[in-house]
């Protein structure tokens, strides 16, 4: 088998892979959105497996966390997307564009905007757990996620270079 159809194989694994995840996604967000507009509707009752007890402000900031949830699941949706644009242009031969460049500019973005949503997520976990110690929220911030957003960020700047330096060299030719 020629390395370049082990490439497309892979690269078609990548982009089934990435379409389920996705579509996982889109199921999340669906359900996140479910819960936040029934939330408010809900009586004492509908919420005692949530461990929010009687304190209506614990109740809206679960709300709040849940749209929060939301935001940062268009977040993950575009920054997906953008790789599979990524990934095309790697299909097609050509990776050292300036687009790529770009997209991976946006991604580190998407990144760092998705680390902060989740930082205000975080700080209204330990608000509802103060005023409902019983509830069973948390989120974690993976300080690999700064990692991955400076990494981001450089593989913009090699891309860039590189589509630089192939312009430079076709203008040699």
Do not use: C, Y
């Not at 379409?19 to 967000?29: D, E, F, K, P």
């Amino acid at each position: 088998m020629s390395s370049s159809a082990a490439d497309d194989r892979l690269l078609a694994i990548l982009r089934v892979v990435i379409w389920t995840v996705m579509v996982l996604l889109m199921i999340a967000g669906a359900i996140f959105a479910g819960l936040a507009i029934a939330l408010p509707f809900m009586g004492p009752g509908g919420v005692e497996d949530l461990n929010l007890g009687t304190d209506p402000a614990a109740r809206w900031a679960l709300i709040a966390m849940l749209g929060l949830g939301i935001a940062v699941l268009v977040l993950a949706l575009r920054f997906l997307w953008t790789l599979l644009a990524i990934i095309d242009t790697v299909g097609e031969g050509d990776p050292f564009v300036p687009a790529n460049a770009d997209r991976l500019e946006r991604m580190g973005w998407l990144a760092v905007a998705g680390f902060g949503i989740a930082f205000v997520m975080g700080l209204l976990a330990f608000f509802i757990k103060a005023r409902a110690p019983e509830a069973q929220v948390n989120v974690e911030l993976d300080p690999g996620i700064l990692f991955l957003i400076l990494v981001l960020f450089v593989l913009a700047r090699v891309f860039r270079h590189g589509a630089a330096m192939r312009e430079d060299l076709e203008g040699t030719v």
